[in-house]
T-cell receptor, first 114, second 116 residues
Framework: EPEVTQTPSHQVTQMGQEVILRCVPI?????FYWYRQILGQKVEFLVS????????KSEIFDDQFSVERPDGSNFTLKIRSTKLEDSAMYFC????????????FGPGTRLTVT | AQTVTQSQPEMSVQEAETVTLSCTYD???????LFWYKQPPSRQMILVIR??????QNATENRFSVNFQKAAKSFSLKISDSQLGDTAMYFCAFIKVYSGTYKYIFGTGTRLKVLA
């Protein structure tokens, strides 16, 4: 069964550094998402991406964040200058869209900012 | 704004017993879906069950069933004949439909441990 994959599984970076989190969504899916979960808190929506552009973003997704689909398979989340509070689990997800609305999640990347 | 609340951070159940996880939500929308996702340790979230708000009948998937009370905005998950493999974090999620948004609103999760 096709799965969403994410790399790396764990990333440690220093404050102020740029990080790129990578995701390979399911191949026939049209909508792509990033969510994050700070330890002990709820999973929060960051951004959705459709037709090569951002379709929706949350207030968390500020100018430090960007997303890209550089080729037909990868979907990346870049954090330009990481802060301590960016430490979290980042989940990528993809979906076909309507009518099922089911999103398929990757295993997550744990980002630790020191 | 929509919110989803899971009031049970942790639960445990004996193998073969039945357990119910609770979820309440707040919305003024009429068209939405509700989901339960399971996240086993160190694994990705997978869909357990989905309920469309316009359907009165409660969704069922094998040992998993929901009690959907639309007026009360309640969406509980019942796991019958619990198995060790049901040990996981369970998230309740809400999504508006037909609205141009595709984002999930999640609850904080319930950690379920099935005891042998």
């Amino acid at each position: 069964e096709p799965e969403v994959t994410q790399t790396p599984s764990h990333q440690v970076t220093q404050m102020g550094q740029e990080v790129i989190l990578r995701c390979v969504p399911i191949s026939n899916h049209l909508y792509f998402y990033w969510y994050r979960q700070i330890l002990g808190q709820k999973v929060e929506f960051l951004v959705s991406f459709y037709n090569n552009e951002i379709s929706e973003k949350s207030e968390i997704f500020d100018d430090q964040f960007s997303v890209e689909r550089p080729d037909g398979s990868n979907f990346t989340l870049k954090i330009r200058s990481t802060k301590l509070e960016d430490s979290a689990m980042y989940f990528c997800a993809s979906s076909v869209g309507q009518p099922a609305y089911e999103q398929y999640f990757g295993p997550g990347t744990r980002l630790t900012v020191t | 704004a929509q919110t989803v609340t899971q009031s049970q951070p942790e639960m445990s159940v004996q193998e073969a017993e039945t357990v119910t996880l609770s979820c309440t939500y707040d919305t003024s929308e009429n068209n939405y879906y509700l989901f339960w996702y399971k996240q086993p340790p160190s694994r990705q979230m997978i869909l357990v069950i989905r309920q469309e708000a316009y359907k009165q009948q409660n969704a069922t998937e094998n040992r998993f069933s929901v009690n959907f009370q639309k007026a009360a905005k309640s969406f509980s998950l019942k796991i019958s004949d619990s198995q060790l493999g049901d040990t996981a974090m369970y998230f309740c999620a809400f999504i508006k439909v037909y609205s141009g948004t595709y984002k999930y609103i999640f609850g904080t999760g319930t950690r379920l441990k099935v005891l042998a």
